[in-house]
């Protein structure tokens, strides 16, 4: 849509509001490393909360799982990754821009290079005279390389080379569910068709970070496996694939409250397809740089399971309780990036609204979502006001109710500082709060105000959560 904020002014907004700060600022950064602020943790969090709630506790057939960072470095030799988990990279001698190849021979040629080696891919860039997209001049291309993703340090202090003691920092969540697979199954008595949800951090040395929290080399994984019996047929998986899809769908548009036109389907082409997957299918999302990747979904096969049985030597089994019959589980894995869907979060609901003096900034967030369900604003600091309204803070905090205080300036500029927050309602104590009790409620979204007695504000606040979540 043609209205989408860019990111420039994303960036700049995010950290003026302390949701999203450069890393290492005062040493000059750390390309592409950003730190969460205040906002920005409880943004996170509710975003965490309410992708749990959704995929999670909302259901009966799941199971949650916080694996380490840090795992035997065979879990990767298993998993694929650290013979294939790599990008081919390309540098223009002329004026050392670097790419990654697939990304410029897909957007020049329309072909993909899945499974192609570096002498065929070097062959394809020189022999199409491809352009550097940033200069739109024929490059002097390098040979094309491929450069492993994975992060690594080394326990052995003496040798830090030592193969044998060599750590990567886990390049995807999803791992620790295979490998703890057996523990759960155990001590959960989880029967199939169930699932295991886990959130954490995943590191990749990426060719190509940027897009301001869209491509970073440290981030967040919302991942699930959901474990099925091995399907007679294709049926047997494509119908719990479309579910899984319908509910990520559903999270985007009623959870999240994006439009639905503002995110895609994506099918891969069996020729795109990884070597593990039968099928897969991403939600591009609107993002300011145009649609791209927000979240993942992927019939994974028993692949595996199977790898980290091979390769631990160990049986990795389900045995089906009601006739013992022994089978490795088939998985379909719903995935999302947590710094993405925040990037997406904040791009949908941001919004700068023409009024007629001035320009007001609302980030029109879902009621879930919002840092600050409240804020409270004492219209003068004197007269008992000021006390009442720090009362009235303090004892919303201390019922578990996340609301904001602020007794700086105007109270015109103060409704527009929660506006830029998100908060959905603020509340004015003025001199009929100290009269009677009652406060005035003025509406994020509407501007509009009402004067309700203090002790109706819970009321107020279910009301609005329940609205938030009908009205998509
Ligand atoms: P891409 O094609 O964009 O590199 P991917 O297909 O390799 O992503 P997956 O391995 O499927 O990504 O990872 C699952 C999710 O993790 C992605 O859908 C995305 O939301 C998120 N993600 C992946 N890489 C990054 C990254 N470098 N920075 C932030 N989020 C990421």
Known sequence: MSNRVDLDTLTKFARRKGFVYPGSEIYGGLANTWDYGNLGVLLKQNIKQTWKQH??????????????????????????????????????????????????????????????????ITEIIRSNNLKNPLTGKEGDWTEARYMNLMFETNRDKINPQNPDTRIYLRPETAQGI????????????????????????????????????????????????????????????????????????????YKMGFDPENFQHK?????????????????????????????????????????????????????DPSNGEKTIPHVIEPTVGMDRLFLAVMTEHYKEEQLENDTRIVLGLPYDLAPYKLAVLPLMKKDGLKEKGEKIFRDLRSQGIMCDYDEAGSIGKRYRRQDENGTPWCMAIDYQTMEDNTVTLRHRDTMEQIRIPHEKLNEYLNQEKYNSLTNK
């Open 178 to 253: 295979f490998v703890q697979f057996k523990n759960i199954v155990q001590t959960e008595r989880a029967k199939l068709p169930f699932g295991v949800g886990q959130i954490g951090k995943a590191f990749r040395n990426e060719i190509t970070p940027g897009n301001f929290i869209f491509r970073v080399v440290e981030f967040e994984q919302m991942e699930i496996e959901y474990f099925i019996k091995p399907p007679q047929n294709d049926d047997g998986w494509n119908t719990i694939f479309e579910e899984w899809l319908k509910s990520q769908e559903n999270f985007l548009t």
């Open 267 to 319: 099918e891969h082409s069996q020729e795109k397809l990884s070597h593990y997957s039968k099928r897969t299918v991403d939600l591009d999302f609107n993002f300011s740089f145009g649609f791209s990747e927000l979240t993942g979904l992927a019939y994974r096969t028993d692949f595996d399971l199977k790898q980290h049985q091979e390769h631990s030597k160990q049986k990795i089994e389900y045995t």
């Open 55 to 120: 995929f999670i506790y909302s259901r009966t057939d799941m199971k949650e799982l916080d694996a380490g960072i840090l795992m035997n470095q065979r879990v990767w030799e298993a998993s694929g990754h650290t013979e294939t988990f790599a990008d081919a990279l390309v540098d223009d001698k002329n004026t050392k821009h670097r790419f990654r190849a697939d990304h410029l021979i897909e957007e020049q040629l329309g072909i993909d290079i899945e499974g192609k080696t570096g002498p065929e």
